[in-house]
């Protein structure tokens, strides 16, 4: 064989390596950059909105939330079939018990919660819808990349469908939408997210909850079943 034949070979052989070697190095770069079943920040507080397709529920809360003493405190103000009504309760899932606050009259009812703590997070078995930018994404720095997930959770009432946003980078919620049993969506939009607790005495009970007599439940609470359904 000659010396010519040799060489164009040997860089054949060298071009199909280097494709090769492009290849895996692409494959790999694109199973990193997928993204992950991720856990919101341990400790967080903000505001949400709630509301339903059906147009019976409106209301604004502020939450609380702290993913390593598994504590929430959860306030909200709402419209729920025409009617206005405020709810504040503390859930306590280590105690297992949650506590509805009136501070007004100084008054505090307590209810058995399920003592399963489920973190604010895009859950195991969630599926990837895709991945967008939010807003302006024109130039450097402009626009928030999200990736959305949905799945289905099990609920006080049967099981409901998800769909849930968050921000690629911190884990930090946008939105969520619950389809619930009774054929309903809840649409929860989370914003002025602030990592850390801006108030954390308010994850502990006031003062007059510890008399505080406990309602008689056929079921113990869970967190998705404040939403009304």
Known sequence: MSSCCRGKRSDLQSDSMKVLVLLVCLSVGCLAQRPRHCRYPPLMSGSLSVSTASQKLLAFSKYIYDGLGERIRFRQFGLYDNKTYHLDVLLLYREGVMYKINNKNRTCTKQRLSPDFHPLAVP?????????????????????????????????????????????????????????????????????????LVDPQKLNPPFFCMNAEQEDEDEPVTFLSLFKE
């Not at 990736?147 to 946008?174: D, H």
């Open 124 to 196: 195991r078995n969630a599926t990837l819808m895709g991945q967008v930018v939010l807003g302006a994404s024109s130039g450097p720095g402009q626009g928030v990349l999200v990736n959305s997930w949905y799945g289905e959770q099990k609920m006080k009432m049967g099981s409901a469908k998800y769909f849930t946003t968050v921000t690629e980078f911190g884990c930090i919620p946008v939105s969520t939408l619950y389809h619930t049993s009774s054929g309903d969506w809840v649409v929860n939009s989370f914003f002025n997210n602030v990592i850390g």
